[in-house]
């Protein structure tokens, strides 16, 4: 990489000499490695289940969004992860990850978390490494996704798992500082589509491949989500897999935005659960109000 052009910024940054936009190198750095039992069921299985691994979760530092209440801040902000220890792995290394993930704790995916800022060196990673990791790999995402860098990762992702935060791009660049949110998650979303389709699962419950699109639901939010299911519907129709999220609680920068300094209510989780069903979506996963617990979050400190 010379000048970065991954993600929708196009910042031009050397990010060999310098940093653009994401504050990040041209190095692979990782924050934490986890047996992950908290994605959804399909993806980690239930821990209180037997002979069931979880999803290798590897969370890449940093990100190219700036939310405010993002649950993650630890290991997406710059003026926390710069700050800590942080692990900078080779390809070999992280194969080395990998495999631990696989033999040892008998995970049934590698799941990329933040994995956008990395994309080159993961496309040659993968590249490399893919036949011999032999357990789907997931690209989980903010959905901030250029077409020309998905093109490339096409037949080396088994699931993507990307989230459409906002329909309004206002809303967009005042909670994310993500410009044309939209336009860029929406055609990257018909592009994983395009790469993936429909969820296919195994007979053990498992997803093998394909497409789940999340969306977390924001406390006064409601008439940009459900343009938002209105758009999935109309784009991908009864059969797209959505994960709607309701673990959103007030957390990093959020207090400072009193609209949303607080949980969803009842009446906000009932009316977008009825949204979703009367739309007739045929398949997907609605979180309950008891997700919105710091429990569910994994502990970056």
């Not at 519907?233 to 949303?260: H, W």
């Not at 949980?263 to 609605?286: A, M, R, S, V």
């Amino acid at each position: 990489m010379k000048l970065c052009s991954i993600c929708p910024f196009n910042c031009q940054a050397d990010r060999i000499k310098t940093f653009g936009i994401c504050k990040l190198p041209n190095k692979i750095l990782i924050s934490q490695v986890s047996q992950h039992f908290f994605e959804e069921p399909m993806i980690s299985g239930q821990k209180e289940s037997n002979n069931l691994g979880g999803s290798g979760a590897i969370f890449f530092t940093g990100c190219n969004a700036k939310c405010v209440f993002c649950q993650n801040y630890q290991i997406s902000n710059p003026d926390y992860w710069s700050k800590k220890q942080i692990k900078e792995v080779s390809e070999e290394e992280l194969f080395e990850i990998c495999q631990t993930l696989i033999q040892e704790k008998k995970v049934h995916n590698l799941n990329f978390v933040t994995p956008t800022p990395y994309s080159d060196l993961l496309y040659k990673f993968l590249k490399k490494y893919k036949k011999e990791l032999k357990i789907p790999i997931i690209w989980n995402s903010n959905g901030y996704e250029k077409i020309e860098t998905l093109k490339k990762l096409s037949g080396l992702i088994d699931i993507y798992l990307p989230d459409i935060k906002y329909f309004d791009n206002k809303i967009a660049l005042k909670y994310s500082l993500l410009p044309n949110y939209f336009k860029y998650a929406s055609t990257a979303i018909k592009e994983m589509f395009k790469q993936v389709s429909y969820p296919q699962i195994s007979k053990t419950g498992f997803i093998k491949k394909g497409l789940i699109i999340r969306h977390l639901v924001l406390p006064g939010g409601l008439k940009d989500s459900k343009k938002i299911l209105d758009w999935i519907y109309q784009e991908f129709g009864k059969k797209a897999f959505v994960a709607l999220m309701s673990q959103y609680y007030p957390v990093f920068k959020a207090v400072n935005f009193k609209e949303i300094n607080r949980k969803l209510t009842k009446q906000e989780h009932e009316e977008i659960t009825e949204y979703f069903l009367q739309l007739g979506f045929k398949d997907g996963l609605i979180q309950d109000l008891e997700s919105a617990d710091p429990i569910y979050t994994p502990d970056f400190n």
